[in-house]
């Protein structure tokens, strides 16, 4: 493999960040040698059945595909070992009849962010860097906080004072991270991460290539639990467009090598309040920075760095961008409770836009269609809390029993509707 950059396309040297020449994002390239697609598929799957704990990751299982780091330099939570769920309430609400859930919230940490930070932190620690750094609203400061503690470096994380849950607050001070709230949004807190020497401090933000080839292997995962067939749609949630981009290429990586023979279309789903991303897939031209705003913590952001290369993989993948609003975002985040699964509010993002795709078919109602969830329910309690004892239609609340018959004649009335 081959670091590169993304947009010139010139070499650039292992631990730097932007191409020297442009100031692109750097990718890593696969190389095209020849592989036995037999071989490796079977040499994936028997891994699974492996007490290694390299062998137990959802990304180094995959470690063929991947830059190589030593295996001692390793850093693994078991990352990647995610469920695919057939999604039951969320195909009744969107109109869609093959649906699936790829839970990503599954992971370690409860985020994707894990499957790209294993790289990260594997990666610098094979450098012996011993400070990693990142800006975040919220899952990659757990991620990250909670890797760097396993490889024994500090981690300092750049957070906007009041834009980040709870719940990812407490769990990123509980791995011990230093944490650091400014004034300003995610947009702000990354430009100042970014003026940080990447030879000294290790930036694991998702601008860092090591990240993305972690998180490419989400799509390795689904694949193989589908005996490597391609659904027709991929629906992921956008905000800094780092997984949009590694989903992109790990399906791209797929069927180059001959994994696969078609890979599925990406629809992008942003909020309302922050979809730079969808007026530039749009109107065409460059993005145009917005003032982000939305409830959806997790994908506010203004001014996505990942931009360029997630526009890339959406178009060469035929698929489109889209946005939903913060109510749309509630109600669908509701329903994938009611499934049985749940997920924090920016991963409902996915299963609203498709609601929305199906509305002006743009999906099929047929179609073989895979929403991503990228964040686990608990990640936002306080959010769920608050729209159950709201007057939202999908509210839950708690009922108050005034004796013991009352409580009776509720398990009544429960029992009646399965008689
Ligand atoms: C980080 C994150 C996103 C956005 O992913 P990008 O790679 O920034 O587009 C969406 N949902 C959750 C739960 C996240 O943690
Ligand atoms: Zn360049």
């Known amino acids: 493999m081959r670091l590169a950059c993304s947009e010139c396309g010139v070499d650039a040297a292992s631990g730097s960040l932007f191409c020297s020449e442009c100031r692109g994002l750097l990718e890593f390239r696969l190389d095209p040698a020849p592989h036995d697609v037999h071989a490796l598929r079977l040499l994936f799957k028997e891994r699974r059945a492996s007490n ?7 990304v180094w299982r995959f470690r063929e595909l991947l ?9 693994t939570l078991r990352e990647n070992a995610i469920p695919v769920y057939r999604a039951q309430a969320g195909a009744v609400y969107a109109d869609a009849t093959r649906l699936a859930y790829l839970h990503l919230g599954m992971n370690p940490t409860a985020s994707f962010k894990d499957a790209g930070m294993t790289v990260a932190i594997s990666s610098a620690r094979s450098r012996g860097s011993r400070v990693a750094i990142c800006a975040s609203t919220g899952n990659t400061a757990a991620s990250m906080a909670a890797y760097a503690a396993r490889a024994g470096m500090s981690a300092i994380v750049l957070v906007p004072a009041g ?7 407490a769990q990123t001070l509980d791995y011990g991270a230093t944490v650091a709230a400014i004034d300003g949004d995610f947009d702000r807190a990354l430009e100042i991460v970014r003026t940080f020497d990447s030879e000294r401090v290790a930036i694991v933000n998702s601008i860092n290539p090591y990240r993305i080839e972690g998180q490419k292997c989400a799509a390795f995962v689904l694949l193989e639990s589908r005996r490597w067939n391609a659904p027709d749609w991929i629906v992921v949630p956008g905000g800094n467009l780092g997984n949009t981009s590694a989903l992109g290429k790990g399906f791209r990586e ?16 942003q909020a309302a309040g922050a979809a730079p991303f969808a007026n530039v897939f749009r109107d065409g031209g460059d993005l145009v920075p917005v003032e982000a705003e939305t409830d959806a913590t997790a994908i506010r952001i203004g001014a996505p760095a990942s ?3 997630a526009l890339g993989e959406v178009r060469a993948s035929d698929g489109t961008v889209i946005s939903v609003g913060d109510d749309e975002i509630a109600e669908a985040r509701a329903i994938v409770g009611r499934d049985g699964v749940g997920c924090e509010p920016a991963s409902a993002a996915s299963l609203a836009g498709l609601r929305k795709l199906r509305e002006d078919d743009t999906i099929a109602r047929d179609d073989d269609v895979v929403l991503v969830l990228t964040g686990h329910v608990l990640k936002d309690s306080a959010y769920a809390a608050a729209f159950h004892a709201s007057v939202a239609r999908l509210a839950n609340k708690i009922v108050r029993l005034p004796d013991e018959a009352a409580l009776r004649a509720l398990v009544d009335r429960a029992s009646a509707v399965y008689a």
Do not use: N, Y
């Open 307 to 309: 931009w360029r290369k």
């Open 67 to 75: 830059p190589a780091i030593a295996p001692e330099h390793v850093v």
């Open 52 to 58: 290694d704990s390299l062998d137990q990751s959802g």
């Open 254 to 269: 797929a069927r180059d090598l001959g994994l696969l023979t078609r890979i599925p279309k990406i629809a992008v789903v």
């Open 163 to 169: 834009g980040v849950s709870e719940a990812k607050m």
